[in-house]
């Protein structure tokens, strides 16, 4: 059974350019939730989303949205990049009892 | 104050030494807690979840302590492959989103 698959694995854009990220949470999972971890940070809560609906949302500016597919796959899209937002992004899927988050191996966005 | 503390270390243990995280939490109502393991540059795993009661899973042992808003992580018996980042994770009550600390780094030498 595949765990949390993030695509792509790396990314480098410039600033000014809009990226978007994938996810594809674990078979039976509803729940996807979003995090960037900056170097030497734990990870920050930017999304979460249950059966296509936006739970829960971090303090990130409008540059970032996402969305839930009816597969319950996530995309991450962040507009107008700054050279802040390179950080290591994590998707998260969690069961329907939301007591544990599994993470994707992440997309490392660079921005230069 | 971070609603999540925790103290970043270098922890510089020896093998097989016992040892001791802490991890300090704002928000009086959360509900559920998490040790998670981070490898560099890789992503986070859990570890353990955290319950009222404690609980070990083999030399690892979670506690937590409501009244003083803590949570605590030991290692017994440390091994070479115990090296990595700790983070300690609390769910916040208000909603669904997990807060994380920003980790405490374990080095074991040989």
């Known amino acids: 059974d595949a765990g949390v698959t993030q695509s792509p694995t790396h990314l480098i854009k410039t600033r000014g350019q809009q990226v978007t990220l994938r996810c594809s949470p674990i078979s039976g999972h509803k729940s996807v939730s979003w995090y960037q971890q900056v170097l030497g940070q734990g990870p920050q809560f930017i999304f979460q989303?249950?059966?296509?609906?936006?739970?829960g949302r971090g303090n990130f500016p409008d540059r970032f949205s996402a969305r839930q597919f009816p597969n319950y796959s996530s995309e991450l899209n962040v507009n107008a990049l700054l050279l802040g937002d390179s950080a290591l992004y994590l998707c998260a899927s969690s069961s329907p009892l939301n007591t544990e988050a599994f993470f994707g191996q992440g997309t490392r966005l660079t921005v230069v | 104050r971070k609603e999540v503390e925790q103290d970043p270390g270098p922890f510089n243990v020896p093998e097989g030494a016992t040892v001791a995280f802490n991890c300090t939490y704002s928000?009086?109502?959360?509900?559920?807690f998490f040790w998670y393991r981070q490898d560099c540059r890789k992503e986070p795993k859990l570890l353990m979840s955290?319950?009222?009661?404690?609980n070990e899973d083999g030399r690892f042992t979670a506690q937590l302590n409501r009244a003083s808003q803590y949570i605590s992580l030991l290692i017994r018996d440390s091994k070479l492959s115990d090296s990595a980042t700790y983070l300690c994770v609390v769910n916040k009550a208000s909603n669904y989103q997990l807060i994380w600390g920003a980790g405490t780094k374990l080095i074991i030498k040989p």
């Open positions: 928000n009086s109502a959360s509900q559920s």
């Open positions: 955290v319950y009222s009661s404690g």
């Open positions: 989303y249950y059966e296509k609906e936006e739970r």
